[in-house]
C-alpha cells in the first residue's frame, strides 16, 4: 500500500526504498497519481499559510476566517431575481403560517389525553379502555358491547384503543370489567384507567 505514503512521498521524507515503491505504483496507477495531485495541493496550501504574515497572533481565529471567505462571498451574491423568489417565498409560508395556526386552535379543544378526565361516561357507568384483535369484525365488536350492557364513546386512538363507557349495574367495579372484557376473544387487552 505505497499510496498510504503519498504524504510523506510529497515531504521528501521517506527512505529510498519507500520512495522507489510510491514512484513504481504511481507509473502504474491512475488513482494514486490524482491522489498525489491531491497532496501536492495540500502542501502548497501549508507552505503558503505558512508564508501569510501574522501579527502576534492577530489573524488567528475569527478575523483570519472572514478575511478567506472573503473572495466566496463576493462572488455568491444572490441576483435580483433570486431574491423576488426567495421574498416570494416568505410570503407564501407566513400565509399558510397564519391559516395553519388559526385552524389548530380551533381543533385545540378536540385533542385531550387518553387519561383525561371522562367525558361521556355517565354516573351509572364505568370507563373502560380496549384495544380489539387484529380481524374482528363489526358484528363481533357489536355482540360484544351488548353482552357487556356498553357502549363507545371514543376511539380508535393512534394505537387502536377504544374507550367504552360500561353499565355499572352489569359489573361491581371498573376492574371487574376490564377483566372480564379482555378475556372476551374479541378482545386483546382491556384496562380501567386510574
Do not use: C
Not at 106 to 116: P, V, Y
Not at 125 to 152: C, H, K
Request: aromatic letters at 6%; hydrophobic letters at 45%; proline letters at 6%.
Amino acid at each position: 500500500m505505497s499510496h498510504d505514503l503519498l504524504p510523506w512521498y510529497v515531504n521528501g521524507t521517506l527512505s529510498p526504498a519507500e520512495a522507489k515503491a510510491v514512484e513504481l505504483e504511481l507509473a502504474q496507477s491512475e488513482v494514486a497519481r490524482g491522489e498525489l495531485t491531491l497532496w501536492q495541493a495540500v502542501a502548497r496550501a501549508v507552505e503558503e499559510e505558512r508564508d501569510a504574515p501574522v501579527a502576534d497572533g492577530a489573524e488567528l481565529g475569527w478575523p483570519r476566517l472572514v478575511r478567506q471567505l472573503q473572495p466566496a462571498l463576493a462572488r455568491s451574491r444572490p441576483s435580483r431575481w433570486q431574491m423576488a423568489i426567495a421574498a416570494s417565498l416568505l410570503a407564501v409560508i407566513g400565509v399558510q403560517s397564519v391559516f395553519l395556526y388559526r385552524s389548530d386552535r380551533a381543533h385545540r379543544d378536540e385533542i385531550r389525553q387518553l387519561s383525561a378526565a371522562p367525558g361521556g361516561v355517565g354516573e351509572n357507568e364505568w370507563r373502560i379502555q380496549v384495544r380489539f384483535r387484529d380481524g374482528a369484525t363489526l358484528a363481533e365488536i357489536e355482540s360484544l358491547l351488548a353482552a357487556a350492557d356498553a357502549r363507545v364513546i371514543d376511539g380508535p386512538s393512534a394505537l387502536g384503543i377504544y374507550e367504552l363507557a360500561v353499565s355499572r349495574e352489569r359489573f361491581a367495579d371498573a376492574q371487574a370489567a376490564a377483566r372480564w372484557l379482555a378475556e372476551q376473544p374479541v378482545v386483546a387487552q382491556g384496562t380501567a384507567p386510574p
